[in-house]
């Protein structure tokens, strides 16, 4: 495979991955990964590797940070995880009911409705709801920058390669 195609791929699943950290539908982290993979074997130098490798460590941390403050943050709150998949599975099934935007509403609803089932509170469902969403946003927050970090890491490799 010529180099210019494996950069232009390698670009392609890093823009995709990025964009699924953002709409979590498919694996962001992994799909940045396999973009980094894709430059690493079909570069010519070995700064291919030494791309791959510090872009495997930022995506790595920004990974386990989301899970991290995320899990953190349940707990300090005594959220369970399950209300949380809950969501997620709403918010799947609400961007096919509701296209671009069933995503985000049907976490929202699937997220407050398992909480107002598990405290029978209205006010305390409504705290712990926005206590889980504002975790998993700041998780999403942080493995969307390692991402971001690792995509212009990409980035730099592909310059060096192509300019220097």
């Not at 990964?33 to 430059?39: D, I, P, T």
Request: aromatic residues 10%.
């Amino acid at each position: 495979m010529p180099v210019e195609a494996a950069a232009l791929i390698a670009v392609a699943l890093t823009v995709v991955g990025v964009c699924g950290i953002v709409v979590p539908v498919w694996p962001g982290t992994i799909t940045v990964l396999a973009g980094l993979l894709v430059w690493a074997c079909f570069s010519p130098a070995p700064w291919g590797w030494i791309v791959f490798g510090v872009g495997a460590v930022l995506l790595a941390a920004g990974a386990s940070a989301q899970y991290l403050i995320t899990g953190r943050r349940l707990r300090e709150r005594q959220i369970p995880n399950r209300s949380v998949l809950v969501g997620l599975a709403c918010g799947v099934i609400g961007l096919f009911v509701i296209p671009f935007v069933g995503l985000p509403i049907g976490f929202v609803v699937g997220l407050l409705g398992m909480e107002w089932l598990r405290v029978r509170r209205w006010r305390e469902a409504v705290s712990t709801s926005w206590a889980a969403l504002k975790s998993v946003g700041l998780g999403m927050l942080v493995e969307l920058g390692c991402a971001l970090s690792a995509a212009v890491v990409l980035l730099i490799g592909i310059l060096v390669h192509f300019f220097a």
